[in-house]
């Protein structure tokens, strides 16, 4: 007689998934929660579905800040300061090289609006080069962005002409001086524009800007957009020269910088929508569990 061979239960157990007969007692001792069975499924699948999505979401924000941010900054290195450059500064400033420069000052002020008498707290950018160097600044109409560069008017946010009943052609004061609307700004580079309904962008020839608005009390940023040989590092760069951005009270921003600062952002968004999605499938699973 052939030794007796004994089968563990563990060692069954993958095979009873397919005996018909495990099935039909499923199906049969299942008769009384079946309702309950397809909510607990659905709810998981969803939840889970919920997860995996959350997860995909924060993989392509991740991917589309690294391929976009050159745009999103418009240059390699941005140098800003909070005062005038002196002449020790703007030396130093110049001497970090580039194969293009531009500049632009950037304050807030009250707009006027003579044909409607109204007024709007605004952030007015006053601009002088070729910025951005990656990526364009939209406008409606299209022309508009170089005609303001050339000193012939502002363009504004559109939420401006909005409010104020305002049409393109007509005249905003600015410091007791005269620009007409040229167009409305669509896309602009350089910032994430979160706080236009505070304080809409105004944006104008560097020459243009009146003096009244730099009078002592005014807070003026004073900005420098360089853009670098490909075979600069700008991280390196601004570690290299520290020292002297310290001492002349320089900030400075790369794409490196605000592609990091971006994507925390983002992390803490997608972590924070993946700890919601969780909390609220554990939830499901137990009210579900619970009934």
């Known amino acids: 007689m052939s030794p007796t061979t004994t089968v563990s239960a563990p060692a069954r157990a993958p095979f009873a998934l ?7 007692m499923a199906w049969r001792d299942s008769r009384r929660s079946r309702g309950r ?17 959350i997860g995909s979401v924060g993989w392509n924000l991740q991917r589309a800040i690294t391929e976009q941010a050159r745009t999103l900054v418009g240059a390699d290195l941005i140098v800003e300061a909070r005062h005038p450059l002196d002449a020790d500064a703007q030396a130093f400033v110049d001497s970090l090289g580039g ?7 950037r304050l807030v002020s009250v707009a006027t609006f ?6 709007r707290l605004t952030q007015v950018r006053a601009v002088e080069g070729g910025y951005p160097f990656y990526g364009k600044t939209e406008t409606e109409p299209p022309e508009a962005a170089a005609q303001a560069s050339a000193g012939e008017g502002a363009v504004v946010e ?19 001086e005269t620009f007409r609307i040229l167009g409305t700004i669509k896309k602009l580079p350089g910032e994430v524009n979160l706080f236009a309904g505070l304080a809409p962008r105004v944006v104008i020839a560097r020459s243009k800007l009146p003096a009244s608005l730099l009078a002592r009390g ?6 420098t957009y360089l853009k670098l040989p490909a075979s600069v590092d700008p991280p390196a760069l601004v570690g290299e020269h520290k020292a002297e951005f310290e001492k002349y009270r320089l900030d400075t921003d790369t794409v490196d910088h605000r592609k990091r600062q971006m994507g925390r952002v983002f992390d803490d ?8 999605s969780f909390i609220a499938l554990r939830w499901r699973k137990g009210s579900s569990s619970a009934s």
């Open 218 to 223: 005014s807070i003026v940023r004073y900005f």
């Open 114 to 119: 003579p044909r409607t008498h109204g007024q």
């Open 37 to 53: 069975l397809l909510v607990f499924s659905t709810a998981l699948t969803l939840g889970v579905a919920a997860l995996v999505a």
């Open 18 to 24: 397919f005996d018909p007969w495990v099935w039909r």
């Open 99 to 105: 194969t293009e420069r531009a500049y632009e000052t």
């Open 269 to 276: 968004v997608n972590h924070f929508l993946s700890l919601v």
């Open 158 to 176: 559109e939420s401006l002409l909005l409010q104020y009943d305002l049409r393109v052609g007509d005249d905003l004061t600015l410091g007791g």
